[in-house]
């Protein structure tokens, strides 16, 4: 079935570590996105990518990066930097360029502050 | 991309048809309605999506007034499964930058 996965499903930093969030696709899309929430919040956008090699900060940003090498895979690091970083992360992707096509999610991870 | 405003809690007998309504009363001749449903501790699922016709998939119905200033999700059925946070999102693209979800309706089915 063709879906995204993250992982892993639970993550625990400890205070000035980085870690880093996968996220694989094999839907064949091309945009891939990264957004955070808060409990009792909306998702806040962190970073996006429109294509391979390119990817645009989000409004939250700050502590965050990433890399796109690769169609399928958009890895997300919490840096040390981020410090505020325990939260729900959500990746999603979908078609970009294609007017009303829907933006697929995966399962989220979950990252807690030891 | 146009405010939407939605109840923030609803209830449905299980079996009952589950109406969510939708107020976008500030949208563009561009702009679509997009339905996402979000179960708790899981990953908001994309429902359906419309522009002006009323739509129909597997899963639900969107019914768009005619002047668009409003909208209502059907789940014909409803299912104890079905309780989330549901989320009404107009957006001239569906795929570019970002969704801008609101706080939603949550829905419980009763049994």
Not at chain 2, 76 to 82: G, K
Request: with cysteine; glycine share 8%; proline share 5%.
């Amino acid at each position: 079935d063709g879906g995204i996965t993250q992982s892993p499903k639970y993550l625990f930093r400890k205070e000035g570590q980085n870690v880093t969030l996968s996220c694989e696709q094999n839907l064949n899309h091309d945009a891939m996105y990264w957004y955070r929430q808060d409990p009792g919040q909306g998702l806040r956008l962190i970073y996006y990518s429109q294509i391979v090699n390119d990817f645009q900060k989000g409004d939250i940003a700050e502590g965050y990066s990433v890399s796109r090498e690769k169609k399928e895979s958009f890895p997300l690091t919490v840096t040390s930097a981020q410090k505020n970083p325990t939260a729900f992360y959500l990746c999603a992707s979908s078609i970009p360029g294609r007017g009303n096509q829907p933006q697929h999610f995966g399962d989220g991870t979950r990252l807690s502050i030891l | 991309d146009a405010k939407t405003t939605q109840p923030p809690s609803m209830d449905c007998a299980e079996g009952r048809a589950a109406n969510l309504p939708c107020n976008h009363s500030t949208i563009s001749g561009n702009e679509y309605v997009y339905w996402y449903r979000q179960i708790h501790s899981q990953g908001p699922q994309y429902i359906i999506h419309g522009l002006k016709n009323n739509e129909t998939n597997e899963m639900a119905s969107l019914i768009i007034t005619e002047d668009r200033k409003s909208s209502t999700l059907i789940l014909p059925h409803a299912t104890l499964r079905d309780t989330a946070v549901y989320y009404c999102i107009v957006k001239t693209d569906g795929s570019a930058r970002q969704l801008t979800f609101g706080s939603g309706t949550q829905l419980t089915v009763l049994p």
